[in-house]
Every structure is written in structure tokens, then in C-alpha cells.
């Protein structure tokens, strides 16, 4: 990957760490789907300004039922899904189920890109390393099966949702692709955040978490993450999943003293040596003309 790419890497990899913490906070008082509404709106109000100045919205012209794809299911449904199933389940089956993005995006890009067989062994370092660190929790009681399914769909949201940047939207500017998808987004939870609005004003901890949610998560990671994905392709830019973890436990232990466990240490090595492995470069796929002449 490119300079510009790993900055922007290392960046995602701390920033959707935070998530965790800041929704788990915010659904002790307010629903899921005002959780999602309220920083889907903060990152419109805040992206959309900010591409109309800089010139950059008309990218967008000829591709709004794409945006309109991803908005739907990369954003409101996934973003819905999210806290609703941390509402229920332990933060360590979130996390390994999340931490398996990289593998369905690597097997739904198959048909244009082989992995090498390094970024196969760090694949598979990288989810152990994940399972080492949050430990595997995988005894689900019955009253969490249905998290669990919210779980499954927010996975093949964020799986497909890279490839769909790529392949769909690679045209658009990154500022205003998550501009014009994170309004659309927040346009279409709106007819349901009015039927589950707070009974009353939240504390100030689930406001600055909502805030945090929304400049920072949204806003700022969504043009981030856009750019990524376009300048160092789907597989490579979904690793930030195995790192987020690593963040969401020191957040979680050094805010809400949790406890994190002995695979710690162990996991943290398998998660950057695997990353920094299934970072290597992949060989395309020879088209049949020029395998024909070769």
C-alpha cells in the first residue's frame, strides 16, 4: 500500500475501535435507531457543506442509485443493527463476528484478485489474533440468537459495502460519496426515529457519545475510509476490523473498567503481524485473451 494508504489505515484502525464504547453508552437511554439517525444527520450536516464548497458533488451525477444502495445498507441498516444487538450480546462475539469482514470481502473479490498466499496466512493470523484477545465467548443463550442474526447481517453489509465502492463508485470523490450516502441514510431512518424519539433530553455521557459518534466515527472516518478503499482496494482496506478490536478493549478496560483477559498481549502480535501480512500485494487474474496469447 501507498504512504497516503497506511496513514489513512492506521487512522481507521484507532477510529472504529471507538464505536463500541461510545454506542454502548448511548443505548443505556436511547434506541438503537436514534443511535444510528444521530450520527448519520451530524455527518450529513457536517460532509455535505464541505463537498459543495469544494466543488466536488457533481462526481455523484449518474450514480445515485448506487448511493442509494449503499446508504440503505452499508449505513441505515447496518448502523441500526449494530447497537441493537450490543444491547444483548458480550462486546467479544461483536468483535470476532465484525473481525470476519476481511474474509467475505476476500472471497467476494475473487473473481478480480487472487490473494497471495501471505495475505491467506494473514487472514487467518489476524482472526486468530482476535479470538486471542477478546477471548471466545461462544456460548449464546437463546434470547441472543436474534443478536446474533443482526450481527450476521451487519457482516455482509460491511462486506459488501467495500466492494460496492469500489466496483460502483470508484468515480466519486470519497467527500462526496460519504456526503450524499450518509443523507441519504439519515433521510431514511427519519420516518422511524419519530416514532421512537426520547421521552426525555439524554445525560451529557450519552450526548458527547452521540457527538463522538457523528463528527468523528461518521463524518470524519466515513471520507477516510472512502479514500482508503479507493486507493488501496476492499481486502486490504476491511483489515482495519482486526485492529479495531485492540482499541475497543483498551477503551472499554480504561473507561469502562472492563477486564481484559491474558490473551491480550498474544493477540495484539497476531493481529498486526497478520495485518501486515494480508497487506502484501495480490496478483490480478490474467484476463482469457491475454492468458490466450501468452
Not at 448506487?66 to 441493537?84: C, I, N, Q, S, V
Not at 490473551?263 to 490480478?284: D, E, K, Q, V
Request: aromatic share 8%; proline share 7%; hydrophobic share 60%.
Amino acid at each position: 500500500m501507498s504512504r497516503r494508504a497506511w496513514i489513512a489505515f492506521a487512522f481507521m484502525a484507532v477510529v472504529w475501535g471507538l464505536p463500541y464504547l461510545f454506542m454502548r453508552v448511548a443505548v443505556a437511554e436511547v434506541s438503537p435507531v436514534f443511535v444510528a439517525w444521530t450520527r448519520l444527520l451530524i455527518a450529513a450536516t457536517l460532509l455535505l457543506p464541505l463537498a459543495a464548497a469544494r466543488g466536488v458533488l457533481p462526481t455523484a451525477r449518474g450514480r445515485l442509485g448506487w448511493l442509494a444502495l449503499l446508504a440503505a445498507f452499508y449505513m441505515a441498516l447496518a448502523f441500526t443493527m449494530l447497537p441493537l444487538a450490543e444491547r444483548v450480546l458480550p462486546s467479544s462475539l461483536t468483535a470476532i463476528v465484525i473481525a470476519g469482514v476481511p474474509i467475505v470481502v476476500t472471497l467476494i473479490s475473487l473473481p478480480s484478485e487472487v490473494p497471495s498466499p501471505g495475505r491467506i496466512v494473514g487472514l487467518a493470523l489476524g482472526l486468530a489474533g482476535v479470538a486471542a484477545l477478546v477471548g471466545l465467548d461462544i456460548g449464546v443463550r437463546p434470547d441472543q440468537l436474534l443478536a446474533v442474526g443482526f450481527l450476521v447481517v451487519v457482516l455482509g453489509c460491511y462486506a459488501i459495502g467495500p466492494v460496492l465502492v469500489r466496483s460502483r463508485l470508484g468515480a466519486v470523490h470519497p467527500l462526496a460519496l460519504s456526503a450524499s450516502a450518509t443523507g441519504m441514510a439519515a433521510l431514511l431512518l427519519t420516518p422511524v426515529v419519530a416514532v421512537q424519539w426520547p421521552a426525555r433530553l439524554p445525560s451529557t455521557a450519552v450526548l458527547l457519545s452521540l457527538a463522538g459518534l457523528g463528527v468523528l466515527c461518521t463524518a470524519i472516518a466515513l471520507a477516510t475510509w472512502f479514500f482508503l478503499i479507493q486507493e488501496a482496494g476492499p481486502a486490504r482496506a476491511t483489515l482495519v476490523t482486526y485492529v479495531n478490536p485492540v482499541v475497543a478493549v483498551i477503551a472499554g478496560a480504561a473507561l469502562l473498567h472492563e477486564t481484559v483477559g491474558p490473551g491480550a498481549s498474544p493477540g495484539w502480535c497476531l493481529i498486526l503481524g497478520g495485518s501486515w501480512l494480508a497487506t502484501g500485494g495480490t496478483r490480478p487474474r490474467r484476463p482469457a485473451v491475454a492468458a490466450e496469447a501468452a
